[in-house]
């Protein structure tokens, strides 16, 4: 793990490192009924520990940050962590949430929905109402990536006539507003502050962007895959590639031994 460049300049300036997580197959193992997840048990005292030598830590997530907090028990706990959630448009710190109003797309778009899955035939799969987006999982369906391959299109051009992009992720698709993703998010938390080196760990397409935030920021990096046999892109793209969410609190505890040594 030394010879990264990203992690020697994490281990040698601790205080100047913001460490950013994704949720869902990162400090979550990835579970059929997304409702049912529930974070690491070792992850709030993992993420407490190293809190306590970093600068900032921080979830990025797709979830609101107040289901983030209600799946990750202890996580309100942890000195110093802030969640942003959304892509970035929400955010919770220190017991607070903050968040510009929600777009007028989003409902309109879920109340669409019924009629259209019914329309195109596709049994067992779940609608998941995030508030600020809509995401249609097919993990549930008899054949996950048909109903995936069958819905990308129609749920396209509904994302379209409200003016909202669809994310795509492990066996779900995701209609939000256009203009964040955890890209802009985590850039935008690396200049407030003033981070010196970053670490970001993801499992999925949305944590891409956040990947090239990392090495767009100039600044030493190391990125992780929370490595799974179904998104194959970002261990291509990672520095380092784990086994799951196992793997990544085992790094992360990893690096918090090194720093109280």
């Not at 020697?8 to 409702?35: C, H, N, Q, R």
């Not at 979830?63 to 907090?69: D, G, H, I, S, V």
């Not at 990536?145 to 698709?173: D, F, K, Q, W, Y």
């Amino acid at each position: 793990m030394e010879n990264i460049p990203g992690i020697e300049a994490i281990l040698k300036d601790p205080a100047g490192a913001v460490i950013g997580l994704d949720f869902d197959g990162t400090l979550s193992p990835i579970v059929p009924d997304p409702a049912t997840a529930v974070i690491h048990p070792a992850a709030p005292a993992v993420l407490a520990e190293l809190g306590a030598h970093v600068r900032a830590v921080a979830i990025v997530t797709g979830r609101p940050p107040a289901t983030a907090l209600e799946l990750g028990p202890g996580l309100a706990d942890v000195p110093g962590l802030v969640i942003l959630g959304h892509y970035g448009f929400e955010r919770w710190e220190n017991g607070r949430i903050s968040a510009p109003p929600p777009p007028a797309g989003v409902p309109r778009a879920r109340a669409e929905l019924p009629l259209l899955l019914d329309s195109l035939g596709v049994q067992g799969v779940t609608v998941e109402d995030k508030g600020r987006a809509v995401a249609v999982h097919t993990r549930r369906a008899l054949d996950p990536e048909g109903a995936l391959a069958t819905l990308r299109e129609p749920l396209a051009r509904l994302a379209e006539r409200h003016g909202l992009v669809v994310e795509p992720g492990r066996m779900v698709l995701e209609l939000r507003p256009p203009g964040m993703d955890k890209g802009h998010a985590l850039g935008l938390f690396l200049a407030e502050q003033d981070a010196r080196s970053v670490l970001f760990a993801g499992d999925d397409l949305g944590d891409l962007a956040a990947f090239d935030a990392v090495r767009a920021s100039g600044l030493p990096g190391v990125t992780v895959c929370s490595g799974s046999a179904e998104v194959a892109a970002l261990a291509e793209r990672a520095d380092i590639v784990v086994d799951g969410p196992d793997g990544v609190l085992a790094l992360l505890s990893e690096l918090a031994s090194a720093f109280s040594r």
